[in-house]
Structure formats: C-alpha cells, structure tokens
C-alpha cells in the first residue's frame, strides 16, 4: 500500500500513538514516523518497541518536516505544546489530535496554530484500561470509529486523506460539530466513567465490607466498573476539566432519574422498576444489532485460564 | 462420579436452574432430575433440551421424593411456591435456593418449611445478561463463588454436602451471616446495577442525542453498562425490592461522592480527580489478583467476528 502521509509526528508516545504507529507501520501508511513524549523511559521504551524510527526530546524537533502531526497527549497538555510547535510546523502539514473532547481541543491548539496548516481534530472511540506504549496494539481501531470534528472552512482534501488514514487503521470514520460531539461522549463515556470511578471509590470506603470480600465477590457487576474505573488518571481528569458542562449536565439528568428510581424502591414501587428495566433492555438489543458488541453472554462470567 | 444427591428438582428452569442440571448431568452429580416451571413453554424446552428427566405443572408434584429442591426463582415468587411445596417435602430433604438477597429469601421461605428438612439458602455469583432455559451452560459457575448463608441450628452435614454440589459444579464456597451477604452484595452487584440501568435510562430518554449516536458510539464506556443494565427485569425488581435497606444505604453514599466529585469538576479541582481516579485503580488490580478477572486488556474492544 502507498504511504498516505510521507512523514509522521506523534506529540505523545502512550496507550493510542503506540496503537496508531502499529497499525500504520503493519499497513505501510507512513513514509517515516518519528515522536516525542516527555519523559526519557517513555522515548526508550518507543524506540525499543520500534514503534518509531526516531524519537525527540522536544516536540519542535519531533514536527520538523512533518506531513501529519498527531497530538497524542492528555487535553491539558494540549495547548502549551501547540505554541512549542507552531512556529515548527511545514506549510500545508495537517494537524490532528485524538482527544477525547473537542471543543477545549480546539480551544487549545487552534488559536496557535499557522494559516498555512490544515486542523483536523478527531477522536477515535477506541482504548483499553492500560495505558503507556507498551500497551498499544495494532488491531485497537478495528470496528471502532473515529470522529472527526473539523471547523466549517478546513480544506476538505486534508479532511479526505485523514479519514482515510483512520479507514486504513480499520476505524469507521464519522463527521460532527464538536460541541455535539462533546455532549454524545459526554452521555457514552464521560458520564460513564465518572460513576464507575464513583461507584468503585464508595466500596472502597466502606470499612465495615471487607476489600478481600467486595474484591472477590466482585464478578457480580461490581468488577465491570473496575475496569472503567482503572483508566488513566490524568487523561480523565482532563476529560471531565474540559467537557465541564456537557458532563455536568448529563450527570444532574442521571441524579434526578436515580432518584426517581430510589424513590420506587423505598415505596416498594415495583411495577415502576419493571418497565425500567424493561426499557433499557432494547437499547442492549440495538448496540448488538449495530455491531458495537456482540451477543454472546459475558457479564458475570470470565475465563481466568 | 458418585450423585451427591439421588433427586434432584428444581423450582424455576430459567439460565441457573438450566446451568445447574447441565453441570449436574455433565458430572453425575445427581440420580435423577425434575423440574416445575410455571409456562409449558418453559416446560417443554427444558424437555426438549434433555435439561431435566421430568417437568410437572405443579411445585408440590416436582418435589415429590426429592432429596434437594432448589427455589430458582425471582425472589418475590418464592413465597407463594414456599406455601405450596411445604406439605409435600421428603423428611431429610435440603431446601436451598439462589436468589441473589438472602435475608428476604429466608423470611419468605423459612416460616413455611416442616421442622424435618434441611434449609441452606445459597447464592451463586453468577449469570449473564441472557435469561430462560435455553441460556444456561454447564460451565456457568466454574472459579464463581457461591455464598451459602445457614441459619445457626442447621444440619453441618447437610450444609457440607450442598457446598460439595456447588464445588463439583466448580464453584468455590463460601459461608456467611445473612445480613452481612447482602450488604456486600449491594456493594458488589446491587448498586452498580441499579446505576447501570438508571445511567442506560438517561440516554434513553434524551432526544438531543439522537438514539443511533448513543448505540454506535456506544463503546466508550456506556456499552459496558448497558450489558449490566439488559439483566432479567423480573429478577432484579425482585432484588431491589428485597435488599431495599442496603441498596439505598449504599446509594446513598454513592451520591454523596458523585456529589463531591461533580463540585470538584466544576470548581476546576484537578488535583482531587486526579487522586480519585488513582485511588480506584489499585481495586483493579486486586480484582485481578484474586483471580477475578484477567488483566487482559478489554474495554473499549470487541472481536465481532
């Protein structure tokens, strides 16, 4: 397959830059990639992996010449290193990122940015529990999408040849505004995330139950929020520092309807619980039916060998 | 291998009662098998399947003669099914059961059984989202805990040989006090299912997200939850309505802390999601090294192939 970028930069070494190098390296879509992650374990253990072929302890140095170039750092990190690079970047390069919200994203890098660069903001639905670049794998965007939230008057080519990049990975590439981007993820993951992290953190605080017993008798729904709840830490504060409303809201909707359903128990309501429980059953159906799981049974149950 | 029980029957052929008979059947563990289930359609499938050797319209003809008769179904039915069978149980004969509250069960069982069996409820920490006779699978308990939870005055030896069941079934067993199993069983399954189900409801219910956004985008953490939250409707009113103290006890203080962490995303407190969210990851870890889960990486991804 011909190369789709010459050269690509990657502003962060973890968890999704270490996926996409994979996934490109396997797919021939890169001339030559090089990177630049803060710390000096991050940049050896890049370079030994082979994930790159040459890493940079600054970004300036990592953009240099760069056709595509990918912030893969946690939100808050965005924009101080968006005014580091900028005035290294090459005429025409296309600028990207895979943040998890966009409006602060773009917020943060495009304001700093040259006239002559195109800005493609994208965020691929796509991560595990671990994290760092041992952690990545080249199938992570199989089936998965990625959506891209560029501004109204980005140059429609660069947008073309960054979704086909993502179409390349194995994603499934979709367009939106970033603000309705932000409140979508904001009720399928932000809000989410931030009850499981809630949910784990109370049985951890209850004294009078065991951790040897919430921990061994967690199979029974418990240890799903775990692993929600065993994801990166500072790339979730920043999710919930710079999605502030949107997840806000979406958390005020979810306290009143818990309420509501609280509210059912303590009066012994059981016919409200019911159809509750009945509705949320369909929309289970229709996550399978657009190929987002699939139906085998799993919950509860897990081969440890 | 020996039976460990001559006659077996079940009350309620749903995922457990079918899982219990195809592991019973698969080890030898029990002479022969019968089964009541209130629907013929029920009835006949289970036939069909070959899960049990006989059906009967009625609980009292199912537990004729049987030396273990399991209640198999949702808590609130166990009463009136208690009433019914009690005149018609073999003296020395172990009553157990696998409802997922104890306490309740006890209350809606105990007062209706002769002075000459054996009652031992039981819970296994197991099931899928999937339910009926047709979803049962004889490896279903296997490194799953079963929690069994004997009144004080109860047979030793009838309690030992329904916990060899279990383990020859390839559970590990566990004992404790009624009111202790389910307060760490609101802990471990009960809130985090209601939380799932409300949190599936929210996104249900709102219309600016459009429904085909929230399933195709779906795997960014709220998947995860609507697996939990496509649970047996029936099954789980039951639950909430039988552990009602604890479940609103632990939910209360679940919103207490989401309280506090919504006032530190919207004061812009980094510092304590960031100490949060690193606190909750050690738990991960414990899961795993309990044997409770792999550490393999799977949030976020799915093989639909």
Redesign the interface.
């Known amino acids: 397959m011909a190369a789709i970028y010459d050269k690509v930069a990657f502003l962060g070494l973890g968890l999704i830059a270490s996926s996409m190098a994979r996934a490109m390296r396997e797919a021939g879509l890169a001339g030559w990639m090089g990177g630049h992650a803060r710390t000096e374990k991050t940049r050896k253990t890049a370079l030994e992996l082979g994930l790159v072929d040459a890493v940079f302890s600054t970004a300036a140095e990592a953009v240099k010449d760069a056709d595509l170039v990918v912030f893969c750092v946690p939100v808050?990190a965005m924009e101080q290193l968006a005014r580091e690079v900028a005035p290294h970047l090459k005429a025409g390069a296309t600028i990207s990122d895979v943040g998890?919200v966009k409006g602060a994203v773009i917020r943060a890098i495009g304001p700093h940015l040259p006239k002559d660069v195109h800005f493609v903001p994208a965020h691929p639905?796509?991560?595990?529990?671990?994290s760092g670049p041992e952690?990545g794998f080249a199938s992570?965007f199989?089936?998965?999408?990625c959506?891209m939230t560029p501004l109204p008057d980005t140059d429609e080519a660069a947008i073309r040849r960054l979704g086909m990049l993502w179409e390349k990975m194995g994603a499934k590439v979709?367009r939106m505004e970033a603000g309705h981007h932000d409140?979508?993820?904001a009720?399928?993951?932000?809000?989410?995330?931030?009850?499981?992290?809630?949910?784990?953190?109370?049985?951890?605080?209850?004294k009078?139950?065991t951790?040897?017993?919430?921990?061994?008798?967690?199979?029974?729904?418990?240890?799903?929020?775990?692993?929600?709840?065993?994801?990166d830490?500072?790339m979730?504060?920043?999710v919930?520092?710079n999605n502030?409303e949107a997840?806000?809201e979406?958390?005020g909707?979810?306290?009143e309807?818990?309420?509501d359903?609280?509210r059912a128990?303590?009066r012994?309501d059981?016919q409200q619980?019911?159809d509750?429980?009945?509705?949320?059953?369909a929309?289970?159906?229709?996550?399978i039916e657009?190929?987002?799981?699939?139906g085998a049974?799993?919950?509860?149950?897990?081969?440890?060998d």
């Not at 639905?125 to 671990?130: F, Q």
């Not at 509750?276 to 059953?281: E, H, K, P, S, V």
């Not at 657009?290 to 699939?294: I, P, S």
């Open positions: 808050g998890s639905l796509a991560g595990t529990e671990h952690a992570l199989q089936n998965r999408w959506l979709d409140l979508v993820l009720v399928t993951s932000h809000a989410p995330h931030l009850i499981a992290y809630t949910m784990v953190g109370v049985a951890d605080d209850l009078r139950v951790e040897s017993e919430v921990i061994n008798y967690s199979a029974a729904g418990f240890r799903d929020f775990t692993r929600i709840a065993a994801s830490p500072t979730w504060r920043d919930f520092l502030r997840t806000l979406i958390l909707r979810f306290t309807e818990l309420f359903l609280q128990i303590r012994g059981g619980l019911f509750y429980f009945t509705r949320t059953r929309i289970r159906r229709g996550i657009a190929g987002q799981d699939t049974p799993d919950f509860g149950r897990v081969d440890i």
